[in-house]
């Protein structure tokens, strides 16, 4: 069964930095996307960061020039750093990749979330 396992959140004060990871549990043949969403509670869930071609990536305007996603494809994982956080990035952060197993199914998956509170 593929999985992705999260791991990174935490308590920070204003102004700190945390980083994310995320990497896929068990055997595939490809990943065809990767991506981070965040979610506050009553709110829909956000895309904040995702891979557009290669190693492109393209961020929510929010969070633009503060936050940075990068891969490590060898270990087949994510990574979000987060930079100069605000109260407002307050929220339950969720990875999420789309890939193709040895069977050739393509299979969207959603790591288990992670809360990430900005609070002095």
């Known amino acids: 069964q593929v999985q992705l396992v999260e791991s990174g959140g935490g308590l920070v004060q204003p102004g700190g930095s945390l980083r994310l990871s995320c990497a896929v549990s068990g055997t595939i043949f490809s990943i065809n996307f990767m991506g981070w969403y965040r979610q506050v509670p009553g709110k829909e869930r956000e895309l904040v960061a995702t891979f557009i071609s290669g190693d492109s990536t393209t961020y929510a305007g929010p969070v633009k020039g503060r936050f940075t996603m990068s891969r490590d494809n060898a270990k087949n994982a994510m990574y979000l750093q987060m930079n100069s956080l605000k109260p407002e990035d307050t929220a339950v952060y969720y990875c999420?990749?789309?890939?193709?197993?040895?069977?050739?199914?393509?299979?969207?998956?959603w790591g288990q979330g992670t809360l990430v509170t900005v609070s002095s």
């Open positions: 999420a990749a789309q890939v193709r197993d040895y069977s050739w199914r393509s299979l969207e998956v």
